[in-house]
């Protein structure tokens, strides 16, 4: 009994800490998607290019796109006229962050990790697009096919909607609790497993402190599909348990930005060598992420980095009613998604 009530306090104190930057992030998301529609993202990526890339990578990163929108919005942005290379970039910035993993990575992992992971998440983006546009260049017509986002879908926006900020709104605390929920959920019950059951130093004895960590993280993140802010609680939690930074950095990388069927999908939609050349973009670019942030954060204690002190910062009451309206808003969301899908 002891063993589960440590358990959900860990739970409580971790979903605590991000609830107040969580829901203001999906605040933020929703503002967000009342001005940039997916077709505004399509007229403005158009066409071949440096630009078109860079334009592609920037739009990306804030975008709150789950997993169910990126793919069919890329492949959409394809399909009207958009390079390989500017898809690739708005695959490759898009899920590995937002605006609301933004937050949630400064309430838990503190402001380095904040700035440092939207930075690599556009430069990714950059590089991908740019080698796509170099080296594969051909297009056939099964790549032009389209997969439609559909009502149920994270980027849809209900056009039925009088207000743009209703609209917005909805979006914002229905739509997106409702598709990153099980996972959330899942993220914070992991984080608090590995909080009690992983020994301190854990990480730092079994795997060290040098690329070794990096690899391993890399190998485990690349095949499992984990939603960019559900990622975040489970990298404060390693950290704790001696992983270090770097390491820690390569899981919030992979972990969103590939998995197995998005690999599939990708091959599919936009050819062989584009599904390679992204892959091996997401897995160079997150070692070589994870060895600058090491040596960028060699010294500070692992206590320092999980940035837990800036939620402390606010007062109980409002971290824990946040913590409340949050997990009714992911519960709402799960149970409507079963609805729909019966």
């Not at 009530?5 to 800490?17: A, C, G």
């Not at 078109?52 to 009207?80: E, M, T, W, Y």
């Not at 962050?97 to 380095?112: A, E, H, R």
Request: glycine residues 10%; charged residues 15%.
């Amino acid at each position: 009994m002891g063993f589960v009530k440590t358990i959900i306090t860990e739970f409580w104190n971790t979903t605590s800490d991000m609830s107040v930057y969580l829901l203001f992030g999906f605040f933020v998301a929703g503002i967000i998607s009342i001005f940039i529609s997916q077709q505004v993202v399509e007229r403005h990526l158009g066409g071949r290019g440096i630009w078109p890339v860079l334009k592609a990578s920037l739009f990306g990163v804030p975008l709150p796109l789950c997993s169910c929108g990126v793919i069919p919005v890329s492949v959409s942005l394809h399909k009207h006229g958009a390079s390989k290379g500017s898809t690739v970039a708005f695959l490759l910035s898009t899920p590995q962050t937002g605006v609301d993993s933004i937050l949630v990575t400064l309430s838990l992992l503190g402001p380095v990790f904040a700035i440092f992971r939207p930075v690599v998440a556009l430069i990714t983006g950059i590089i991908g697009g740019l080698f796509v546009d170099l080296f594969d260049q051909k297009t056939s017509d099964k790549e032009k096919e389209s997969e439609k986002c559909t009502d149920d879908c994270c980027c849809s926006h209900d056009k039925k909607m009088s207000s743009k900020f209703v609209s917005g709104m909805k979006f914002a605390f229905i739509t997106l609790p409702r598709d990153i929920g099980k996972p959330m959920l899942a993220g914070l019950a992991a984080a608090a497993f590995i909080s009690i059951l992983v020994p301190d130093d854990f990480f730092a004895d079994k795997l060290g402190t040098g690329i070794l960590s990096l690899v391993v993280m890399m190998l485990l993140g690349i095949p499992v599909y984990v939603c960019a802010t559900a990622s975040v609680p489970v990298a404060a939690a390693l950290i704790a348990k001696g992983l270090t930074p770097g390491a820690a950095m390569v899981f919030l990388m992979t972990g969103p930005a590939t998995n197995a069927a998005s690999f599939v999908t990708i091959w599919k939609s936009l050819g062989g060598r584009t599904a390679i050349i992204y892959l091996l973009t997401v897995a160079s670019c997150a070692l070589l992420s994870g060895i600058t942030l090491n040596y960028f954060m060699a010294g500070m204690i692992s206590e320092s980095m999980t940035g837990h002190h800036h939620s402390m910062m606010l007062p109980a009451i409002i971290r824990y009613s946040s913590a409340l309206v949050l997990l009714a808003l992911l519960g709402y969301g799960i149970l409507r998604k079963k609805k729909v899908s019966h």
